[in-house]
């Protein structure tokens, strides 16, 4: 906290601290040995060392912006380097730079949270350098936990949009759907953002009834998650019933291309695919869910855990 609050304490945790670098907000992830992806997490020297290499200001890396902290207590910090040539830092930094989404399917679900989140810092500095009340720019603090239009007065803050996520269960099977964005066969729970003014509740029942046309019958809150997509999100993920005797679907609006239920045989198949399944070529209709960082997955877990159960 004190780091968010405190300018010359913040620039001091730098210079000691970690880095994950990102180019036009795709973060870079290097290849290990197995084949595989991680997110490489370089000290501020090894970021100074490269922008020197490259001929480049040393100030850059004061455009850093706090993330977070290490669990041996180093600040983490993220950088944009779009001014920079993609390639040269790829080259020095060996590594790829990586659109987020398919960085999602690729890094360990522990490293998620941490890219997604540089992620959400560094599109919302970028896309709040401006006073929406005066139009003059903005200032940013050391950390970039806010800005301040100094001919305003006016603070801003990093946003997020709450949006319910829920998995719905008519006791035998669940129902998951799907919008024509999605990667071919995939199926996810329902969700929507909530409405200004409304509770989680009320967007969850309004939600199912406007996309599949169902009336909630119970809910009951999961867990959360912080999602970078459009722009920055807290799903809120729930479970919720409809009676069996109503679980006629009815889909409506061009939101969703389809939505169905599923058994916990099919749920318990899709869970042990890969996301996406690898043999997916040719098999256009091989039903998958989204991968174990996604908080679709977990809700879908659950919900196979709870029957599995009773
Ligand atoms: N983490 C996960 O497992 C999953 C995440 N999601 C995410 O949930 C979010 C919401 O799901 P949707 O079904 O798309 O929502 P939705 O059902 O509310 O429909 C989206 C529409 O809502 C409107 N909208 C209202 N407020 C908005 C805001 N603050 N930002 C953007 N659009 C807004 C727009 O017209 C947009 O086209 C999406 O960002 C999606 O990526 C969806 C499924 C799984
Ligand atoms: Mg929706």
Excluded at 34 to 45: A, E, H
């Amino acid at each position: 906290m004190n780091l968010k609050e405190d300018d010359e304490l913040c620039r001091r945790a730098l210079q000691s601290g970690t880095v994950l670098l990102y180019h036009k907000l795709s973060p870079l992830l290097q290849r290990t040995d197995r084949g595989g992806y991680k997110l490489p997490i370089f000290q501020v020297s090894v970021v100074n060392g490269m922008l020197e290499k490259l001929g480049k200001d040393a100030e850059v890396i004061n455009s850093s912006v706090l993330v977070g902290c290490s669990d041996s207590l180093l600040a983490q910090f993220c950088l944009e380097v779009a001014e920079l040539e993609q390639n040269a830092v790829e080259e020095l930094c060996q590594g790829v730079f990586t659109d987020l989404r398919k960085a999602f399917f690729l890094l360990r679900s522990s490293e998620v949270p941490l890219v997604t989140r540089g992620q959400a810092l560094l599109r919302w500095h970028q896309t709040h350098s401006y006073c929406s009340a005066t139009g003059k720019p903005t200032q940013r603090n050391q950390a970039g936990s806010q800005r301040v239009c100094h001919s305003s007065g006016i603070t801003y803050y990093p946003q997020m949009a709450p949006v319910v996520i829920v998995l719905v269960s008519d006791g035998e099977r669940c129902l998951l759907a799907r919008q024509p964005a999605f990667p071919r066969g995939m199926y996810s729970a329902l969700a929507g953002f909530c409405d200004m003014g409304e509770t989680v509740l009320e967007t969850l029942r309004r939600e199912v009834a406007e996309e599949v046309g169902l009336e909630v019958e119970s809910a009951q809150y999961s867990s959360s998650q912080h999602w970078p997509f459009p722009q920055s999100s807290l799903m809120v993920a729930c479970h919720a019933t409809v009676s069996p005797g109503s679980s006629q679907i009815n889909l409506s609006g061009a939101e969703l291309e389809d939505a169905r239920w599923f058994t916990l045989q099919e749920v318990q198949e899709a869970l042990q695919r890969n996301s996406p399944p690898r043999d997916i070529k040719g098999e256009a209709n091989v039903f998958w869910v989204p991968p174990s960082s996604a908080i679709a997955n977990q809700l879908i877990q659950e919900w196979a855990n709870q029957q599995l159960k009773s």
